[in-house]
């Protein structure tokens, strides 16, 4: 079983930038899919981004981050970031790091999940 740990989360500006990091530890990191999610307070889980094992590594995003958010993975260093730009105070959120062996685009089937790191936006 992988275990997840994100980072990277903190407090900026509308308009600003942040990049996520999730390290995997254990597993097989390039034989799993990637995912990241969101939680406001109040309201359920939602998804954000996926990409894809290595040997394609399709990505997949939530409408309202196409354009702004990027999901990447590093096999060598077992991680996948979020680089989040143009934040929105809609975008505060807690965000999660999700991972599965077996995609089901854009947002199904993930397994293992990180602990969180709380991102938010001030006005």
């Known amino acids: 079983q992988v275990q997840l740990v994100e980072s990277g989360g903190g407090l900026v500006q509308a308009g600003g930038s942040l990049r996520l990091s999730c390290t995997a530890i254990g597993g097989t990191f390039s034989s799993l899919a990637m995912g990241w999610f969101r939680q406001a307070p109040g309201k359920g889980r939602e998804f954000v981004a996926a990409?894809?094992?290595?040997?394609?590594?399709?990505?997949y995003y939530r409408d309202s981050v196409k354009g702004r958010f990027t999901i990447s993975r590093d096999n060598a260093e077992k991680r996948v970031y979020l680089q989040m730009t143009s934040l929105q105070l809609g975008d505060t959120a807690k965000y999660y790091c999700?991972?599965?062996?077996?995609?089901?685009?854009?947002?199904?089937?993930?397994?293992?999940w990180g602990q969180g790191t709380q991102v938010t936006v001030s006005s």
């Open positions: 999700a991972a599965t062996p077996w995609l089901i685009p854009p947002s199904g089937n993930f397994r293992s």
């Open positions: 990409i894809d094992r290595s040997g394609g590594g399709s990505t």
